[in-house]
């Protein structure tokens, strides 16, 4: 390893940070912080950029060490840069995509934490890749691993909270997507999907009633899914769509789809 072929990161902090002990890696991603920190404070910005495509190289590597490495390096670049990330929202996150589909399921449980990271600190801005980041989170709901769906499920929380927190969020766009999968048959992707409508419907700011007749007739196949906590969680949205069609809609207009509910859950 020569400093040049890593610049504006050293050789050794590279070598430490694709090492296979975790203590060794962590203190390369401390020093990796810090010095973001300090290049972005200098407005040396230029260096920020080469850095960050050193991390994403790492990523792209034939080694699984590597790999980790590239990514525990993207999420302290992140932290390093706190709020100033926004600029680097697409530098940060996108190397993270590629590596969900890593045949290594550790890989894929660094990228988990890694984007978790990455994420927390974009915050707003990382919603230009919803698009993306939902259907990794919808493919990953379905993982063989274990450790990988609860890397996943902490994330799409994460994603969850900043998108009813976002006031310019597209619902349209995400009512799209939920259409597109309504009718999977793999009980973990319906999981995915009810949690989703969930959260949108105790959104106070937003509406999905709307949407109710693109998904009414998924959700009540789901109701015949083979396990009961895709069932429970089924039922309980088909409530919250009862609930807010008693609330939003004018009685007439709603009297049809609110009986057909009743009747199917009751």
């Known amino acids: 390893m020569a400093d040049a072929q ?3 990161l050293t050789a050794a902090v590279v070598r430490t940070l694709t090492d296979k002990l975790y203590e060794k890696r962590k203190a390369a991603a401390l020093d990796i912080e810090k010095q ?8 040396q910005l230029s260096q920020i950029e080469k850095l960050l495509a050193v991390l994403k190289d790492l990523t792209l590597s034939q080694n699984a ?19 100033n990330t926004s600029e680097y929202t697409s530098q940060l996150i996108e190397p993270v995509l590629t590596c969900f589909n890593d045949p290594d399921s550790r890989v894929r449980y660094y990228a988990c934490e890694s984007s978790y990271n990455i994420i927390k600190m974009c915050r707003g801005s990382s919603l230009s890749h919803f698009n993306e980041l939902f259907e990794t989170l919808w493919r990953l709901s379905a993982d063989s691993d274990l450790n990988v769906r609860s890397g996943s499920e902490l994330l799409d929380r994460l994603l969850k909270d900043i998108v009813v927190a976002s006031s310019t969020f597209d619902v349209a766009h995400l009512m799209v997507l939920v259409r597109e999968r309504i009718y999977a048959q793999n009980s973990s992707n319906r999981k995915f999907i009810v949690s989703w409508l969930s959260t949108m419907l105790t959104a106070s700011q937003t509406s999905i009633v709307p949407y109710l ?54």
Not at 36 to 43: N, T, Y
Not at 67 to 83: D, S, V
Not at 223 to 230: A, F, H, I, R
Not at 243 to 266: N, V
């Open 36 to 43: 973001v920190r300090e290049l972005f404070q200098a407005s």
């Open 65 to 83: 060490h590597a790999r980790t490495g590239g990514l525990i390096g993207l999420a302290a670049a992140a932290i390093g840069l706190g709020k």
């Open 6 to 8: 890593y610049a504006p």
């Open 213 to 266: 007749p693109e998904v009414l007739d998924g959700l009540f196949q789901m109701l015949g899914d083979g396990q009961s906590g895709v069932r429970d969680a089924t039922e309980v949205v088909l409530g919250q769509f009862l609930e807010r069609l008693q609330q939003d809609q004018p009685e007439d207009e709603a009297s049809c789809a609110i009986g057909i509910i009743q009747y199917r859950i009751k």
